[in-house]
């Protein structure tokens, strides 16, 4: 069991006084809404209890959110859904969160949808932002808010799959809204 510390960003209540009247986080402008409202985010991680805390925490800020425990069920969902992100972990069992992505990208269901990977690892040279584990509640918000505006900002991606992406995808059970296989 590794130790997990959140911080969560103070949120006054509408009715009170002081809603949105405390500092933002770095990166963000005052006019800037940083909830998720009306936003769909998919959350890709093998680990369950992250993959919870994640989704509460998410969910608290007004996202949206649908949980996949591997690569397999992460393509599942993006071909049935459609999502405003993705954040995955990239080392799980099976197929990693940047062949995931590659694999997605390929087939078009990145279009217009921001992505960012997870990892404990040092990722460079994607075309996605890595972010390293273990990350703050806040700047993970901060970093969907940018993800998000430059989502909009790119073309339809016409480039092929990340050449270790494997057709044959295992699927494992979640804990969450379930994503099943629809064939």
């Known amino acids: 069991m590794q130790d997990v510390t959140v911080r969560l960003p103070c949120v006054a209540s509408p009715r ?11 990166g963000i402008a ?12 998919l959350i890709v991680e ?25 690569a397999g069920f992460g393509l599942v969902a993006l071909r049935t859904r459609q999502f405003a992100v993705v954040l995955s ?23 217009g949808v921001a992505a960012l990977i997870l990892s404990a690892d040092e990722l460079s040279g994607l075309p996605w932002r890595a972010l ?15 993800a998000r505006t430059r989502a909009r900002r790119v073309p339809p991606a016409t480039a092929p799959a990340h050449p ?3 057709p044959g995808l ?10 099943t296989d629809p064939q």
Do not use: W
């Open 46 to 70: 093998d680990d369950g209890e992250i993959a919870n805390l994640m989704a509460e925490l998410l969910e608290l800020a007004g996202f949206s959110v649908v949980l996949a425990s591997d």
């Open 89 to 111: 972990d990239n080392r799980m069992p099976g197929q990693t969160g940047v062949d995931m992505l590659f694999a997605a990208r390929a087939e078009g269901l990145l279009d």
């Open 132 to 146: 390293r584990k273990p990350i703050l509640f806040e700047e993970l918000l901060v970093e969907i808010h940018q």
């Open 170 to 179: 295992r699927l494992a059970a979640q804990d969450h809204e379930e994503v």
């Open 16 to 26: 009170s006084p002081a809603a949105g009247s405390g500092p933002l986080p770095s």
């Open 30 to 41: 005052a006019d800037t809404p940083i909830t998720g409202r009306h936003q769909q985010i």
């Open 164 to 166: 270790e992406a494997r």
